[in-house]
């Protein structure tokens, strides 16, 4: 292994353990990590290993089978919503930092939604669509670079969360909390930061009380607002915390052990779910395999970055 790979992993494991030792109390983290294998081999290996995860991921004709811009490649994905990218769209995804454009089919009309993340945002804070809604104190919708809310392909990455917690409830940012402190250390291990490089949002933009799991229909009411954030923003890779989450946007009822470190195809956006930084403060066996994901993440990332 490459002397930075092992200080990036070495950063990384000791962050992490020193939340989970903050967090339970813990005896100190070992000074030095034997690692097996290294970043160069992982990377190698993905190649087949995506492919052949994206064609049993997404079997044709459930919309998230690889695809080009324009309306197949995202009607699978909306869910609930009816949302479909219209041809304005196909091209901004393309490249044009016009903004994106999307339409909304209802009872056979079209209408035109979000036409910016600042159009997201207005919606969002006025959503009283599910109960969550209607208990919040702060709706949650997402935080970036300041200039992402203006431009299309100007995200490296895109993190997605389950939904705010009790500290994002309070200060209306996500992953503010110890999660989210844990978060900013795992993106910072892989050159990632909220700040110049990475959005992060959630599934659900409200906070669900006592912390329990969204439900599916609280996870419908705001797949709008999420789809719609990831098509204006388009960014390079989408990187999936949880396994709420990942069943969400994937659509799948699998757990997080057999989804995480595999990459899907997303709407033409390769994504992978790993571990929630919460499970790494619960379980801090969890952190090895979270760091390998984070590799194999960033490797990919650097192929993309390298294509331009
Ligand atoms: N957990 C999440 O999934 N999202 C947040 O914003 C905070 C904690």
Redesign the pocket.
Known sequence: METEACEVLYRFFRTASEYIEGYRGDAPYPESFAFTGDSTSVVAATGAAVNTECAAAYPAGTGNEQSGTGKAAFTGLAGNSGFVADDSFAESAGGSASGGMYTETVGGSSETLFRSMQEIYAAVAQCSACVLGRTRTHP?AGEGPEELSRLTNSVEVMVV?????AD?DRQGR??V?R??QLLDKMLEAIQLSRKTNCYIT?VVKCRPPQNRDPAPEERSCCAAFLDAQIRLLRPKMILV??RIAAQHLLQTSDGIGKLRGRFFDYQGIPLMPTY?P?ALLRDESLKRPAWEDLKRFRARLHELQAQG
């Open positions: 949650v969360g389950e939904g705010p917690g994002e996500p992953f909390g999660a989210g959630n915390m949880g929630h919460s």
